[in-house]
């Protein structure tokens, strides 16, 4: 993996269009894989990891209401 590769990609993505706000995050992603591909499988370990951590958000707000 050329670290210059790596480089335009990330400035290629820094100035792509912004997404509209109501845009699915992860829809967006998957359509612009192949345009970014390393950010996209970081992206996907990001999501990841925001998607378990609401998930356990969620369980402790339902445990302290039944408590």
């Known amino acids: 993996m050329d670290p210059f590769d790596i480089q335009d ?8 269009p912004i997404a509209y706000k109501n845009t699915n995050i992860l829809d967006w992603w998957q359509l612009n894989a192949t345009q970014f591909p390393n950010l996209a499988i970081a992206s996907q370990a990001i999501l990841a990891i925001v998607g378990s951590l609401g998930e356990n958000l969620a369980e402790t707000e339902q445990d302290r209401k039944y408590k």
């Open 9 to 16: 990609e990330v400035n290629s993505y820094l100035t792509a």
